[in-house]
């Protein structure tokens, strides 16, 4: 049996966090760590008490819009805003936090994770906008992807 590293276990429960998502396209979820503690999480997916893309149907798809572009034109919010939304409503500070998110951040998410002050973005999937990186990169925003951690849980007997 072997124990998983700290960003596995983190890049796990992200996961299963993304398993909330209401999105038809890609289903996101992010954890927020700081001292290997979680401050807030959060999954891609309208906005709370309106109806989502699994009731209605996915804006993008019906409008051919390609992965990556016209954020605007979306019905979900995405993990990474949710997981600052819910910080700034519980008065958490994210910091010098670690991101663990199932997928990059587009850029519109980066900008705004730059502002929350970040140190650190882990993830396992690359998102189809790449354009966050620079903007990393000259924050000083370390970016890690690895491999994706196995989805099966290790029971002891």
């Given amino acids: 049996m ?3 590293d700290i960003d596995q276990y983190f890049l796990k429960i992200a996961s299963v966090v993304a398993e909330r998502s209401t999105c038809r396209r890609h289903r996101v979820g992010a954890v927020a760590v700081r001292d290997k503690q979680i401050l807030t999480t959060g999954y891609n997916g309208a906005p709370s008490g309106f109806k989502d893309c699994l009731e209605l149907g996915c804006l ?3 409008r051919g819009i390609p992965s990556g572009e016209r954020h605007e034109i ?4 995405h993990a990474e ?3 600052i939304i819910q910080a700034a409503l519980h008065g958490v500070s994210l910091e010098e936090s670690t991101i663990y998110c ?3 951040p587009c850029v519109l998410c980066a900008k705004m ?3 929350a002050k970040i140190k650190r973005f882990v993830s ?3 998102y189809d906008d790449n354009s966050f990186r620079e903007l990393f ?3 000083g925003i370390q970016v890690e992807v690895h491999d994706r951690p196995p989805s099966t849980i290790t029971y002891l007997d």
Avoid: G, M, Y
Wanted: net charge positive.
């Fill in 81 to 83: 805003q949710n997981v």
């Fill in 74 to 77: 979306c019905r979900s919010i």
């Fill in 137 to 139: 990169k000259d924050a």
């Fill in 124 to 126: 396992f999937r690359e």
């Fill in 60 to 62: 993008r798809d019906e």
């Fill in 102 to 104: 199932t997928h990059t």
């Fill in 2 to 4: 072997t124990r998983p």
């Fill in 113 to 115: 994770l730059l502002n």
